[in-house]
Nanobody
Framework: HVQLVESGGGSVQVGGSLRLSCVAS????????MGWFRQIPDKEREGVAM???????YYTDVAKGRFTVSRDNANNTLYLQMSHLTPEDTAMYYC???????????????????WGQGTQVTVS
């Protein structure tokens, strides 16, 4: 099965930008719905953005207008470009694979089977 490794997190000032990467191995992510989630301690994992096999993108309210999800098929890598960051964006960010080509608008975390280890984003 696929292995996912996130990177690109770090500390950034309010209003700043970061680009997260998720490198996949063991499977071709362009076949599937891929998602970005985030989680803070003691809270449920929250959907951020998705991209399906056609390249159609989906965003939850926390991401609309500020974040962009994209995919580099040649490098089997998923990205999340984040801008206008606020302290409320502080979280561990995870990429995940749904193992189906289509994305469900509900973006439930239990629809995604494979997860990376996460990358921490801190905004202050």
């Amino acid at each position: 099965h696929v292995q996912l490794v996130e990177s690109g997190g770090g500390s950034v000032q309010v209003g700043g930008s970061l680009r997260l990467s998720c490198v996949a191995s063991g499977d071709t992510i362009s076949r599937y719905c891929m998602g970005w989630f985030r989680q803070i301690p003691d809270k449920e994992r929250e959907g951020v953005a998705m991209i399906d096999n056609y390249g159609t993108t989906y965003y939850t309210d926390v991401a609309k207008g500020r974040f962009t999800v994209s995919r580099d098929n040649a490098n089997n890598t998923l990205y999340l470009q984040m801008s206008h960051l606020t302290p409320e964006d502080t979280a561990m960010y995870y990429c995940a694979e749904r193992i189906l080509a289509t994305c469900m608008p509900t973006m439930a975390s239990n629809d995604f089977r494979f997860w990376g280890q996460g990358t921490q984003v801190t905004v202050s």
